[in-house]
């Protein structure tokens, strides 16, 4: 198994430039989220999904849309791209809605930098 | 993969001392926490987990300690060694909102000195 898989890994973007954050697993898990991670900060779940059409929003959701039409992928679109989403963003999953917390496995992240 | 940011409080210790990380969690209502390790270039690994019933809890080489009157957690790792280098962060959950949401802590930075 690959496990969680994130491309990009680096990006730079200008302000107003929409793109996609790909995000995939290949454990067939349900639950998959997305976080950002800023400078001195720890992780923020912006969007997650407990399974392949349903999504829902987390602590920091404004200027970023997701959707879940497989189980394997959870994509992170950028819609017009702000220097305040410069960060570093994680993809998670875990089996299910039900599985503990801390069985939930991280991607490797992309760096993204909107000039 | 990506690494945590830059501006992190930092531990320095020497190989096979023991090492204490702290976090201040924020919500008294929190009822599990969780401790992860992230390397540089990876994501965070768990590393151990407790629930609000309970004051310690013991793994291998670590320790979690949990103060819920002054909402403190803390990380003990007994005889530090370099591949433990790495950003440290706590993290609560409220389970009683059904919410899988995790709340993270911004991180210490553990430096072992060989």
């Known amino acids: 198994n690959a496990g969680v898989t994130q491309t990009p890994k680096f990006q730079v973007l200008k302000t107003g430039q929409s793109m996609t954050l790909q995000c995939a697993q290949d454990?067939?898990?349900?639950?998959m989220s997305w976080y950002r991670q800023d400078p001195g900060m720890g992780l923020r779940l912006i969007h997650y999904s407990v399974g392949a059409g349903i999504t829902d929003q987390g602590e920091v959701p404004n200027g970023y849309n997701v959707s879940r039409s497989t189980t394997e992928d959870f994509p992170l679109r950028l819609l017009s791209a702000a220097p305040s989403q410069t960060s570093v963003y994680f993809c998670?999953?875990?089996?299910?809605?039900?599985?503990?917390?801390?069985?939930?496995?991280f991607g490797p992240g992309t760096r993204l930098t909107v000039t | 993969g990506e690494s945590v940011g830059l501006h992190l409080p930092t531990l320095s210790v020497q190989e096979g001392d023991n090492s204490i990380i702290n976090c201040a969690y924020s919500?008294?209502?929190?009822?599990?926490f969780i401790w992860y390790k992230q390397e540089s270039g990876k994501g965070p690994q768990f590393i151990i987990d407790i629930r609000s019933n309970m004051d310690k809890r013991q793994g291998q080489r670590v320790t979690v300690l949990l103060n819920k009157t002054v909402k403190h957690l803390s990380l003990q790792i007994a005889a530090t060694q370099p591949g433990d280098s790495a950003v440290y962060f706590c993290?609560?959950?409220?389970?009683?909102?059904?919410?899988?949401?995790?709340?993270f802590g911004s991180g210490t930075r553990l430096q072992v000195q060989p």
């Open positions: 919500n008294s209502a929190s009822d599990y």
């Open positions: 998670a999953s875990s089996y299910s809605r039900d599985s503990p917390l801390y069985e939930q496995y």
């Open positions: 454990m067939n898990h349900e639950y």
């Open positions: 993290a609560e959950n409220l389970s009683a909102t059904g919410r899988r949401a995790l709340t």
